[in-house]
């Protein structure tokens, strides 16, 4: 069944058609909540409530990418996280490769033992300099440079202009760079 | 000749670093494409600086997905998808007819009432002796009237008959509009509120603060000339206005008239704060004013409704833009 088909059939009520969606999609989605919010039980809270208001809102789909909408939905949600963390106090941002999920992730057996290490003190440096980003910035970096979302779907995602869109990921590009040479280890750069 | 605009190398560099991320990306035009290639020609650190923004951005895409936890499907009792009231088409459209049909009724009061003439301001001696008669106005006596003023008592009888009546009924019975003019004109509102009154009674009762309230406060039938005259005249002659509003008014000796006088510390150091030269005002005293007030204008009641209803509307559009902005 293909995706229209799948929406479609959700539209009208089939849970079972929109919980194939949510496994098509929900590793993107937490993902992208995950990298914005720096936690992973409010990414969790953030994945479920989007994935709860897509359904509801499923008759306002009106066709184009249903990626990109229920990538809004999940900003959106996070948004929602971000001013509920503002009002408690939170922990730091900085320690988001020590998520066993995620250090699982990064595990690659067919690497040697020193490779292995250095991509997950690459990873570690680059989720600490993502975290550090304003959160218009991160948002752009991440669908852009990590989920590899193109330019318009990104203004679709956001509802930035496309100007806006451009300048927020030439800074975010610009302050990891500067994150990255000013490691002890430069990365190449 | 008619080629490239030329620009100076600095803005060259400049346009050049702007651009370098969208130029990974290719979302240059093919001019600005060419622009940024020849600057890179010429230019070893913008080279630099591309290099690294390419390898940062290669090793931002070498970054794994985050597996979710766990599964995030929607359970069974999830209620079947259905857009909410403010999301059908029928809700803007219903607030913006509603909206032009409140601003229409207002247009109408409004200008129904200015073709009816001058309104007809409310009785200025009912007003007072409303405000007179709330019990509330006991209640603060101990503050600075332990009893009422001789002439509120003199005159609270007689008063009603005539001052319920609206103001031409009042000048019919009056031989002159000069105690009206005189009413209106002392009418200036009493100061203290109620939460002021409230703390006042609240005060210790001991001589300390109850000797401040007499010494600054104590009310005396030797009014002040203007209202003593008055209340002297309405006494002989009933004008009821003019003595009742002289009699709202807390008479004393010292400050003029419609001044108030200092605020006195008590000193039993309660903090107790005693305004003289006004009377206490409960709100409910101002709501009845305001009703009053709106009651005696002409359409009165239809403008202040439409404009009440207006505001509801407008502030329920507002809202509903709101929410959906955020909908997805």
Redesign the interface.
């Given at each position: 069944m293909d995706e229209q088909t799948l929406v479609a059939t959700a539209r009208a009520g089939n849970h079972e058609a929109f919980n194939v969606l949510v496994r098509n999609y929900e590793g993107m989605a937490y993902s992208v909540a995950y990298r914005v919010l720096g936690q992973p039980e409010a990414a969790a809270d953030a994945t479920q409530d989007a994935f709860l208001a897509a359904y509801r809102a499923l008759p306002a789909f009106r066709g184009g990418s249903f990626r990109a909408w229920l990538l809004r939905i999940v900003t959106n949600a996070c948004y929602d996280q971000l001013r509920v963390a503002k009002r408690r106090p939170q922990t730091a941002l900085d320690n988001v490769s020590e998520d066993p999920d995620y250090a699982l992730a990064l595990a690659d057996r067919g690497e040697t033992p020193e490779e292995s290490l250095l991509r997950h003190e690459l990873a570690q440096i680059l989720e600490v300099g993502i975290a550090k980003l304003p959160v218009g910035q991160r948002l752009v970096l991440v669908l852009s440079d990590v989920e590899g979302l193109s330019y318009d779907e990104i203004v679709a995602v956001t509802g930035l202009s496309l100007g806006t869109v451009k300048s927020r990921l030439s800074r975010a590009r610009g302050k990891m760079r500067d994150h990255l040479t000013g490691e002890r280890e430069p990365w190449g750069l | 000749m008619w080629g490239l605009p030329r620009h100076s190398e600095k803005a060259e560099h400049r346009f050049c670093r702007?651009?370098?991320?969208?130029f990974i990306?290719g979302?240059l035009t093919g001019r600005e494409s060419e622009r940024v290639r020849r600057h890179l020609d010429r230019c070893q650190a913008c080279q630099r600086e591309l290099e690294?923004?390419q390898?940062?951005?290669s090793?931002?895409?070498?970054?794994?997905?985050?597996?979710?936890?766990?599964?995030?499907?929607?359970?069974?009792s999830?209620?079947?998808?259905?857009?909410?009231f403010w999301?059908r088409p029928w809700a803007y459209g219903a607030l913006r007819v509603a909206s032009a049909a409140a601003a229409l009724l207002l247009v109408v009061a409004l200008t129904g009432g200015a073709l009816a003439g001058p309104g007809v301001d409310l009785a200025a001696g009912e007003r007072v002796l409303r405000i007179a008669a709330e019990p509330s106005m006991e209640a603060a006596a101990p503050l600075g009237t332990p009893a009422p003023s001789e002439g509120m008592v003199a005159l609270g009888a007689p008063a009603p008959a005539a001052a319920a009546a609206p103001n031409g009924a009042a000048s019919e019975a009056e031989p002159s509009a000069e105690p009206m003019a005189g009413a209106l004109e002392v009418m200036p509102p009493p100061t203290l509120t109620a939460e002021e009154a409230a703390r006042a009674t609240a005060a210790p009762e001991g001589r300390g603060g109850g000797a401040a309230a007499t010494d600054t406060t104590v009310p005396t039938v030797q009014a002040p000339p203007v209202a003593s005259a008055r209340a002297g005249e309405t006494v002989e002659a009933p004008a009821p206005e003019a003595a009742v509003a002289a009699a709202a008014r807390p008479a004393t000796d010292e400050p003029p008239l419609g001044e108030p006088k200092s605020l006195v510390e008590s000193p039993g150091g309660a903090g107790r704060e005693v305004a003289d030269g006004y009377a206490l005002r409960p709100w409910t005293a101002g709501v009845a004013e305001l009703r009053q007030r709106i009651g005696g204008y002409p359409w009165g009641w239809w403008a202040a409704g439409s404009a009440m209803l207006l505001a509801l509307l407008l502030t329920m559009t507002l809202w509903l833009r709101a929410k959906r902005a955020?909908?997805?």
């Open positions: - | 702007g651009n370098l991320s969208a990306d979302q690294s923004l390898r940062t951005v090793l931002l895409r070498s970054l794994p997905r985050v597996p979710a936890p766990r599964s995030f499907a929607i359970p069974r999830t209620p079947a998808p259905a857009l909410p999301m955020r909908w997805p």
